[in-house]
């Protein structure tokens, strides 16, 4: 499945890489998208009674299995394609988040803490219930794709403008955009030469280049150093000032706390717990 890409996909034409300037001067204008003043506390995303379940096909026995014999024994014997599976990822999950508010989603391995987000963004149909979001949601995870063929340089232009951001906001944003994530000149190699830690640091720094609506980060801070997830953290804070709203999936439970103003425990696809970091997290280190 494709994650939610905050960065450009199916945007990028040039045979050559060129320079970032060159790069904003070929594409086309983007209409300037008027900032939104929301008022801190008023609601920009909805949850209401959320079911996700995945389907998956030929998850079968052994007997089933999908080789040509038993797919010509079905054909003889006239029968279907191989069962399928549900997996019920979340279930019956319901929450208010609004403008200012910086959410963190806890919970063990396969709790549903991804799905949860990816069905927020829009990315997944909702099997029952329903996802209300003022304004666009953006997922930043880590395996958004940046295209590994482009330069950092590009990658940025190119990511900005599938943000909606005008060229005039990209020229503006540029310096600080290589600055903040800390790559240096390897901003002009492809990023197939990154290590991951740098993909996911130029990732986080031209997501956050924008105000989002809401903006949903699954992880992306798991990969950077100590540094980095310091001054992602005050950006995080930043965001949750200018009366954005940020949902944060992290198993680095210090991060959490120290980032959001309230946490989501799920468990096994239900919220077990909603409301203070510390009460919360205190909670899950218990149990
Ligand atoms: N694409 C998919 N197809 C089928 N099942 C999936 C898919 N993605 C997730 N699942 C299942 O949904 C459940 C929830 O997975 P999810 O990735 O949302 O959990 P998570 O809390 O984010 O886990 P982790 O902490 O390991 O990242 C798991 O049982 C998982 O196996």
Request: aromatic content about 6%; charged content about 25%.
């Amino acid at each position: 499945m494709a994650e939610a890409e905050v960065v450009a996909q199916g945007a990028a034409q040039p045979a050559k890489a060129p320079q970032a300037s060159e790069a904003m001067e070929r594409v086309w204008p983007v209409p300037a998208e008027e900032p939104k003043a929301s008022p801190v506390g008023t609601p920009t995303v909805i949850v209401d009674d959320l079911h996700i379940v995945y389907k998956v096909y030929g998850a079968a026995s052994e007997a089933e299995k999908g080789n040509a014999v038993n797919a010509l024994r079905r054909l003889v014997k006239r029968q279907g394609r191989p069962q399928m599976k549900e997996i019920h990822a979340v279930k019956g999950v319901s929450f208010v988040a609004r403008h200012g508010d910086a959410i963190g989603i806890i919970g063990r391995n396969g709790s549903g803490k991804s799905t949860l987000l990816r069905a927020i963004a829009g990315l997944l149909p909702p099997h029952k219930g329903a996802v209300f979001t003022d304004g666009q949601p953006s997922l930043l995870g880590v395996n958004a794709a940046l295209m590994k063929e482009l330069t950092g340089e590009r990658n940025i232009v190119l990511g900005c403008y599938a943000m909606g951001m005008t060229p005039t906001e990209v020229r503006a944003q540029y310096d600080e955009i290589v600055d903040f994530s800390g790559i240096g000149e390897f901003v002009q190699f492809p990023m197939s030469t990154y290590s991951s830690g740098m993909g996911a640091r130029l990732r986080f720094a031209i997501a956050s280049a924008k105000t989002h609506d809401v903006l949903l980060i699954d992880e992306a801070l798991a990969t950077g150093d100590r540094e980095f997830r310091r001054k992602s953290q005050d950006r995080i804070m930043q965001m949750r000032k200018s009366a954005g709203t940020v949902f944060l999936v992290a198993h680095n439970l210090d991060v959490i706390e120290e980032t959001c103003n309230r946490v989501i425990w799920l468990h096994k696809g239900k919220i077990k717990m909603d409301g203070d970091p510390k009460e919360v997290i205190a909670a899950y280190n218990k149990a």
